[in-house]
């Protein structure tokens, strides 16, 4: 439960936090009249840092009915359906947060009952609840803008002679708790500070009709206060009637560009409010704190771009999993698989525009009707898909007369995808693309962002809104927006958020797809957002998000998933790893840990039919950051790029095998600028 912190903290985090501001700039101010005759400033990582302009709300949670990692539910309550909110339309911020981290927690990992997550790895039995003190705020953009949320964790079990921070930047477009079941279930059982920012995506939602955005603790609030406010025109005869604004499409900023910066603030924030309130004796400090870059998905993403933007040497090590890394071309990297070289990388909105065009078609092949969700595959989205086909070949796109059967279509439709260097492996994943509007919902989503598209010019005349059973675009039920915050995944559609075809009757883009043959209005938004891809808004939107695959030397740790069907091996790790040793040579120190079997989203374990093929992602990444903990404080050195051969096990008992300190002929070899992928 929420208790009222004792002296020893803050009891009004608002007023506290002014004061704080005060104190340091009367010690500077000092300092700078009395020069060094008795004062010195305090050292950096005592400083509150610049970008803290507002106040930081502080609460400290017992671990009893409320703690730092479960919100009080515990193991058991997480993996129960989410508790239902007293008042539906005037949630509290604490069932907002309750809510929050159920909804994270089970949209991340497979913490079922025998899945082995809370025995083999996760927190262990009886470690769940923990007791701390959390602190939030925001940094600001220059124009004034919130630009992300930061937040702090420090469990009771911090030890402030042997500090330690692990950074937990949320995965995909998730608020600020999005790696509260990965990264900082593992910072806080380790007894270290977690740094958490929601890398400026999140909740940041916008409603026209209310003018009303979320604040970040989710609740619905209107100006300066709102997490984003886009400036949509509102009333009933407006162009953007009903509709939605996100901040990670429509912010204006590209807050990609910006993740690294925003991992370094809630890194700043950390050793701030540690020094503030959790030193023992002598400060807290980069020399005596251990500090591991971490998290998964685009959180992996965010926090090498901390590392490779780290100047001043806040970042000890990383670790992180299926990263998304965009790098730019290089025809001259040499790494090689069983198939031979591998192809010219392609960043993921490449792939994501390529794929949602071609995607559907090729699920038609036989191949898929023993694939996961292949019921899902309804004679009706079959006759749908057939007809994409269809439409594909009358542009001119797939080839065949009229008399082609659409199997052969299919068959075109496939050999696109795999043209594009992706592994076959992958490919029986694409129903599941399909099941989540997944291509579509990158697509536009980073297209917009890219290209810096508003919400009230749409990119391609696709918006979001909420639907009505038919599909047609409607107002967002009251309950619905009051805990939006608390099960969205901050980039739609999900929930009763979905993708919008303005130019197809205001419906949803899913309900455009040519179930009665026809036009297809849905494949003729997903060109012009192939065609937006070649824009000169969109190519320097890109050129802003790429990394320089200079890790200055520092050791780390990569993790992916050879079955990742989202960020594939070959457009993402794969050549950063090549792209790192050109760069750094020998003074490299990064590994790289390539698991077969694995797949971006552990959540869908808890499926049968996912289970039985795919091993759990987050498992190895857990037994990385505790390779990475063991060689920063004992020395021990870290395996050798490898990878590993794992595959599922029954019962809930970890894949087989481990990462292994030999891995003999599932070795990664380099030589020279050749990297060979066994």
Known sequence: MYTEPGPAALRNSRQHSRQLRLKTALTAALAAVIGSCSLTPPAEEARLPAFLQDDIEHRYYDGGADDLLTAGLGMDGLRRPAPAFADPLAPTRAEL???????????????????????????GPGGEKVAGHEYLSVSRYPDGSIAATLMVQVPDSFDPRRPCIVTAPSSGSRGVYGAIGTAGA?????????????????????????????????????????????????????????????????????????????????????????????????????????????????????????????????IDAVVVSEPNLALPPDPSLQIYDQHGRLPLQRPLLDIATHFAIYQGCASLLPAFETAPMAA???????????????????????????????????????????????????????????????????????????????????????????????????????????????????????????????????????????????????????????????????????????????????????VHGRSDHLIHVNHSSRPYLASNRRREGDNSRLHYYEVERGQHFDALLRLPEFASRYVPLNYYFEQAMDLMWAHLTEGRPLPPSQVVPARPAAGGTPPLPAISATPGEHAITVAGDKIVIP
């Open 97 to 123: 947060r309750r809510n929050r981290i159920h909804y994270n927690y089970n949209g991340i990992v497979n913490i079922t009952a025998g899945s082995g997550y809370g025995e083999h790895y996760g927190p």
């Open 376 to 558: 899902a595959l309804t004679p009706a989205l079959r006759l749908a898909y057939g007809n994409r086909c269809r439409a594909l070949q009358r542009r001119g796109l797939l080839s065949g007369g009229e008399q082609t059967e659409v199997e052969q279509l299919a068959l075109q439709a496939q050999a696109k995808l795999l043209a594009y260097g992706v592994l076959e492996e992958t490919l029986p994943l694409g129903l599941v693309s399909n099941a989540l509007q997944l291509w579509e919902s990158v697509a536009v989503t980073y297209t917009s962002a890219y290209g810096r598209y508003r919400a009230g010019a749409p990119v391609c005349d696709i918006s979001f809104a909420s639907v009505d059973a038919t599909g047609k675009v409607t107002a967002t039920a009251p309950a619905v927006r009051a805990g939006l915050a608390s099960f969205s995944s901050g980039i739609p559609p999900f929930a009763a958020i979905q993708l919008i075809h303005d130019k197809a009757g205001d419906r949803a883009l899913a309900s455009t797809l040519p179930f009665a043959g026809g036009g297809d209005a849905g494949l003729e938004a997903l060109l012009c957002l192939r065609r937006k891809l070649d824009t000169e808004a969109v190519q320097a939107g890109l050129a802003e998000i790429n990394f320089s695959a200079d890790l200055q030397g520092r050791p780390a740790i990569i």
């Open 186 to 314: 593992w910072g806080l059982g380790q007894g270290c500070a977690v740094a958490y920012t929601d890398k400026g995506t999140g909740t940041g939602f916008y409603f026209s009709d209310t003018q009303t955005g979320f604040d970040m603790d989710g609740v619905a609030v209107h100006g300066d206060k709102a997490l984003f406010s886009s400036g949509q025109p509102s009333g009933d005869n407006a162009p953007a009637r009903h509709r939605i604004a996100v901040k990670h499409s429509h912010s204006g900023h590209n807050v990609e560009k910006d993740w690294g910066r925003f991992v370094l603030q809630s890194v700043q924030m950390a050793f701030y409010l540690l020094n503030q309130h959790h030193r023992d004796n002598g400060a807290i400090t980069r020399d005596n704190t251990l500090v591991i870059a971490s998290s998964i998905s685009n959180g992996g993403n965010s926090s090498i771009k901390a590392t490779e933007q780290d100047s001043g040497s806040w």
